[in-house]
């Protein structure tokens, strides 16, 4: 399913609850297991930017990814987020509005970024890539002391995130191949 298709279908789950709201977890629920990889995307762009480098921001963005991961690893569906989270909500025609402002981004976004090398978006592959995202996020912790350090880990992070919600084997692998760089940059930065 691609991402716009995924809009559509948080498009029509706004549509269901006739003009009330739509919860976060009916919006997780939309989006399924691939809820993981708009995560994954937001957090290593987040720590690429700026904000990455304010004090502690890159060891909490970093144990979000671990968070995330260990859970895509160990369980099915969406990530489980507490109650106060799941249960927030927003206007239905917002939920829309916003899905429907996105796609022609989306629509642009795919024409590059497809599902493509399905080899490397199934097990046992995402495994693997959920642990490199798991290793990536432990070394942003002594990387956060260097400046710009968490950049090479980050952009590993983003490209699988990307990857991950697009089915794009194509960029997963990629991704993974920027992590081994990242690997070894970090190990020349802490030996």
Known sequence: MSISAVLDTLSETADENNGNETSINEMMEAFGRRAYG??????????ATPLG??????ILF??????????YIARDGAPWMPAWIRNRSMSSKRVRESSQALKPYV????????????????????????????????TMYPLALVPWGVLPPSLAIAI?????????????????AVSVAALAVTALLLL
């Open 38 to 47: 708009p995560f994954l995307f937001l957090v290593g762009v987040l720590s």
């Open 53 to 58: 480098s304010i004090p502690g921001a890159s």
């Open 62 to 71: 970093s144990s979000f990814v671990i968070i995330l991961m260990v859970q």
């Open 107 to 138: 629509e642009r976004v795919e024409r590059v970024v497809r599902a493509r090398y399905h080899t490397l978006t199934s097990p046992p592959w995402t495994y693997v890539t959920a642990i490199f995202c798991i290793l990536l996020a432990i």
């Open 160 to 176: 699988i995130g990307l990857g991950m919600m697009s089915s794009d084997g194509l960029l997963i692998a990629i991704g993974l």
